[in-house]
C-alpha cells in the first residue's frame, strides 16, 4: 500500500509550485491567479526509493464569501484520506486566519504534519520561516518551490512520517 501525502494550504502560497518539485515534473496546474487548482488532484510520487501519492488540493475562490470556511472543509477532506500532511504557507505573507483554522483541523486530525515555510527564495528571507516555530506544528522546513532550495531537507523530513 503506497502511503498518501496531502498538501494544505490557502490559496497562492505556492502548493501546486511545490507539488511540481515533489513530482520533478511540472503536472500539477500553477497559477499567478489564486484558486486556480481544481479540488483534489492525486499523483504518483517517489524520494529516495520510496513511492508515495502525493494530493494536491485548491481549486476555491479566495475572494468568495467564506473562502476561510472552503479552506478549512477542503482541509478536513484532504487529511482524512492523508497518512500525512505537508502544510504550506507562505512565508512572505505570515499567519493569517485562514492559516490559523488550516492548523486547527491539523491539530485535531492527530496526522503527523510537515510544516513549509515556501517562498523563501534566498538567504535573506531565511528570518521570515522562524516566526512559524510559534504555529507549534515542530521546526518550519524553509523551501522555494520556484527555485528548489530546501526542497530535498523538506522531502526527507516528510519520508520520516510518512
Ligand atoms: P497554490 O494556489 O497554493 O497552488 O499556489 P501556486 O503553486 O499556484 O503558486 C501561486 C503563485 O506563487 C505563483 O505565481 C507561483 O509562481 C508563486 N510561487 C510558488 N512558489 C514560490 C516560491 O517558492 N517563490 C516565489 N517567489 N514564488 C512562488
Ligand atoms: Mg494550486
Redesign the pocket.
Known amino acids: 500500500v503506497v502511503p498518501v501525502l496531502a498538501v494544505v494550504?490557502?490559496?497562492?502560497?505556492?502548493?501546486?509550485?511545490?507539488?511540481?518539485r515533489i513530482l520533478g515534473r511540472r503536472e500539477?496546474?500553477?497559477?499567478?491567479i489564486?484558486?486556480?487548482?481544481r479540488d483534489r488532484v492525486s499523483y504518483d510520487a517517489e524520494w529516495n526509493g520510496r513511492a508515495f501519492t502525493v494530493v494536491?488540493t485548491?481549486g476555491w475562490d479566495p475572494d468568495a464569501r467564506g473562502m476561510a470556511a472552503m479552506i478549512k472543509a477542503q482541509a478536513e477532506i484532504a487529511v482524512g484520506l492523508a497518512d500525512a500532511v505537508l502544510f504550506?504557507v507562505?512565508s512572505?505573507v505570515g499567519i493569517t486566519d485562514a492559516d490559523e483554522a488550516v492548523v486547527r483541523v491539523l491539530r485535531k486530525s492527530g496526522k503527523p504534519v510537515v510544516l513549509a515555510a515556501?517562498?523563501?527564495?534566498d538567504e535573506r528571507a531565511e528570518a521570515e520561516a522562524y516566526g512559524l516555530w510559534n504555529l507549534g506544528l515542530g521546526e518550519p522546513f524553509s523551501?522555494?518551490?520556484?527555485?528548489g532550495?530546501g526542497s530535498g531537507d523538506l522531502l526527507d523530513a516528510v519520508l520520516s512520517v510518512l
Open positions: 494550504g490557502r490559496p497562492n502560497v505556492g502548493k501546486s509550485t511545490l507539488v511540481n500539477a496546474v500553477v497559477e499567478d489564486p484558486g486556480v487548482t494536491d485548491g504550506v507562505d512572505t515556501n517562498k523563501v527564495d523551501v522555494s518551490a520556484l527555485h532550495r
